[in-house]
T-cell receptor, first 115, second 116 residues
Framework: AQKITQTQPGMFVQEKEAVTLDCTYDTSDQSYGLFWYKQPSSGEMIFLIYQGSYDEQNATEGRYSLNFQKARKSANLVISASQLGDSAMYFCAMRTNFGNEKLTFGTGTRLTIIP | DGGITQSPKYLFRKEGQNVTLSCEQNLNHDAMYWYRQDPGQGLRLIYYSQIVNDFQKGDIAEGYSVSREKKESFPLTVTSAQKNPTAFYLC???????????????FGPGTRLLVL
């Protein structure tokens, strides 16, 4: 069974600083995908970034990057130059590559950006 | 604009009543999903459908039912058997089934269900 652990229930970060949101995962599968989603107060889940288990380079999407350490089973999200609009819940999720379309989610981290 | 719509935004249920949450997508996606989110929790999968007229139970299917008569529609019924239905319900879709595991799921705006 897959499991995602996010150990930071909440974080407060000064505007323009970088922030790292932690995510560790557990799976016995060799092929899997890791996702990060942002959920603002409106409730919609917004896809941010993806990392495949066989990808040799860490994924980047604009201000978002994923610090993928396969041996440690961690997939931390790094947001550079944080903005007030980054305040939201952030969820890490995983999907294995066996035709199972299920996403397993962590419990999330609430990020608050301080002006 | 292409996207996923969910209605209503808020829904109130009386004891013993069945209610149906609507989910429509015009993205031409094959797969559709229903998730439940409780306060302070991540999302849990209720049901998913990979093709019209077929659907699979997720982790917490008890007390829920679905149908997939059209590719673009995947309604969720919360039955009276669901004893604790108060939650935020999110519908999602993804382009293809099993073709690329990195394909993300796209989410609708959600429906908040409250019990009177």
């Amino acid at each position: 069974a897959q499991k995602i652990t996010q150990t930071q229930p909440g974080m407060f970060v000064q505007e323009k600083e970088a922030v790292t949101l932690d995510c560790t995962y557990d799976t016995s599968d060799q092929s899997y995908g890791l996702f990060w989603y942002k959920q603002p107060s409106s409730g919609e889940m917004i896809f941010l970034i993806y990392q495949g288990s066989y990808d040799e380079q860490n994924a980047t999407e604009g201000r978002y990057s994923l610090n993928f350490q396969k041996a440690r089973k961690s997939a931390n999200l790094v947001i550079s130059a944080s903005q007030l609009g980054d305040s939201a819940m952030y969820f890490c999720a995983m999907r294995t590559n066996f035709g199972n379309e299920k996403l397993t989610f962590g419990t999330g981290t609430r990020l608050t950006i301080i002006p | 604009d292409g996207g996923i719509t969910q209605s209503p935004k808020y829904l109130f249920r009386k004891e013993g009543q069945n209610v149906t949450l609507s989910c429509e997508q015009n993205l031409n996606h094959d797969a559709m999903y229903w998730y439940r989110q409780d306060p302070g929790q991540g999302l849990r999968l209720i049901y998913y459908s990979q093709i019209v007229n077929d659907f699979q139970k997720g982790d917490i299917a008890e007390g829920y039912s679905v149908s997939r008569e059209k590719k673009e529609s995947f309604p969720l019924t919360v039955t009276s058997a669901q004893k604790n239905p108060t939650a935020f319900y999110l519908c999602a879709s993804s382009p293809r089934v099993g073709a690329r595991y990195q394909e993300t799921q796209y989410f609708g705006p959600g429906t908040r269900l409250l019990v009177l």
